[in-house]
């Protein structure tokens, strides 16, 4: 778990949003579509950049011979067309990478591939394992050898070994499951194969498209709408799915969970047009501010969202309340996530590069403002600033989430308890630190009621601190990340 800032502490980065985990894709060309899998899988992960920015890469895989390139950076940056030219073949899975576990350098980029004495495979991973120490320990007792520190290379180490003792990828899958605890979709290619694979618990989403006779698999289906791809179904928790020679093969690891998909994803990781379980991610976010609307109504005269996951919320908020919605800020779309300024005066001016009030609209106005979450609480308390300098009379807010009271341990960034805003304050004096004029968030049951339609349960416990399973008292850090003391 990276480490974060303490809350207004001055030295925070100006945007204290959480961030989203990774996507991970793969596509299996059918000779008869004639498309070229390392553009397909190019095309899909501009769709998926959303869900990582730190890093990405794509591993093609030539009648057996995998090949691959990754890199810092977004997309357009790490590939050219030269680049993808140099990525032949009739099978490609790619990767845009946010660190949770594992720093942002580029050995812990994905795909990882991995030569054996049996081949090779290429996996790309997107979640987090609990028990990664003491798997990572136990190889390295046993000889074994790290490249990076991120849980994804454990993982990969996990599934290799236990090739080397089954008689079929799927089969080595299907026992490493047995060893794995915690978060995990992965897509995994061998000379031969392309795999699908989610945790019996279902943290993280996957699904299958097909786009032809060729099949896919993406982090959301807005992967697959790039490419024009039609939705199958999504993967199962517990499910290893397998493309091999044109078919589409399922079994279940045998490992019986409860499903409890990540309900973050619906308030905010996923891009608004996915569909997510069977649920639109669009439709939950303005459930979520309908029943905001129902648990905190307040006299205003405008709701507007804080851009871009707030929109949806505030829309659901004006349609049940009839408090017209608003564009009340407007957002700058070329700043990276990672503008850092020394200065509170830096700080302070870079949030109004990112986002800046629409004065007209907020002027002399009592203005409810939704957002999807309050993490440190410090671009809050400068948004409402930037509003009331605008002319805003009131500013009520409204969160379309509960109050993050516990770490994450499942592949979102959610801070240590004591860098949350929420922990050990109350409501009351939250709204004293943000400055508004009253504040209220979503309560735990309704986040359960958001998701119309699903076919999943929720993992809640950022907020609940109901684990569905078995976490260490926090996340170890790697001992070759630890600075010698003096």
Excluded: W
Excluded at 363 to 372: A, C, F, P
Excluded at 414 to 428: C, K, M, Q, S, W
């Amino acid at each position: 778990m990276k480490q974060h800032s303490v809350i207004l502490d001055g030295h925070d980065t100006p945007f204290d949003k959480l961030h989203e985990e990774c996507a991970v894709f793969g596509i299996a060309c059918a000779p008869e579509d004639e498309l070229d899998p390392a553009f397909e899988t190019y095309h899909a992960l501009f769709a998926l950049q959303h869900r990582g920015q730190e890093s990405c890469g794509i591993a093609a895989c030539d009648r057996g011979v995998i090949s691959c390139h990754r890199d810092r950076g977004l997309v357009p940056e790490v590939f050219t067309d030269d680049i993808l030219h140099s990525l032949p073949g009739q099978r490609a899975i790619g990767h845009c990478r946010y660190s949770t576990a594992g720093g942002a350098a580029r050995e812990n980029a994905q795909p990882l591939v991995l030569r054996h004495v049996k081949g090779t495979l290429a996996i790309a991973h997107n979640g987090n394992l609990v028990n990664a120490h003491e798997l990572r320990r136990e190889i390295e007792l046993d000889g074994g050898i790290f490249y990076g520190s991120s849980d994804s290379e454990v993982l990969s180490h996990v599934i290799v070994r236990e090739r080397l003792k089954a008689g079929s990828i799927e089969e080595a899958v299907k026992n490493a499951m047995h060893k794995l605890r915690g978060a995990y979709s992965l897509v995994i290619m061998s000379p031969r194969k392309l795999l699908g694979v989610r945790d019996p618990n279902g943290f993280r989403p996957l699904c299958i498209g097909k786009l032809g006779a060729s099949y896919i698999l993406s982090s959301e289906t807005c992967g697959l709408d790039a490419l024009g791809a039609e939705f199958v179904r999504d993967v199962r928790p517990g499910e290893i799915v397998t493309i091999v020679d044109g078919e589409l093969r399922s079994e279940h690891c045998g490992i019986e969970a409860k499903s409890t998909t990540c309900v973050f994803e619906y308030i905010y990781f996923a891009r608004p047009d996915s569909i997510i379980d069977g649920a639109s991610v669009e439709l939950a976010r303005q459930e979520a501010g309908k029943h905001l609307a129902l648990e905190h109504p307040v006299g205003a005269d405008v709701v507007i969202g804080v851009p871009d996951s707030g929109i949806p919320a505030a829309i659901g908020y004006s349609k049940c309340s009839g408090i017209p919605y608003g564009v009340g800020m407007i957002k700058n779309r070329y700043i990276g996530r990672t503008f850092i300024q020394p200065t509170q005066a830096g700080r302070e001016r870079s949030v109004k590069i990112k986002l800046n009030a629409l004065a007209p609209a907020v002027r002399g106005k009592r203005v409810i403002m939704v957002d999807d979450s309050i993490v440190r609480g410090t671009t809050s308390a400068r948004i409402v600033k930037m509003l009331r300098d605008a002319g805003a009379t009131e500013v009520h807010m409204r969160v379309s989430s509960p109050p993050f009271l516990h770490p994450c341990f499942f592949g979102t960034d959610v801070p240590d308890r004591e860098n949350l805003i929420a922990h050990g304050r109350t409501v009351e004096e939250i709204r004293q630190i943000i400055g508004v004029d009253s504040l209220g968030f979503l309560s735990l049951e309704a986040t359960h009621k958001l998701a119309l339609g699903a076919s999943c349960g929720f993992c809640d416990a950022c907020f609940s601190g109901s684990y569905p399973v078995d976490v260490p008292d926090c996340m170890q850090k790697n001992q070759f990340e630890e600075r010698i003391e003096p």
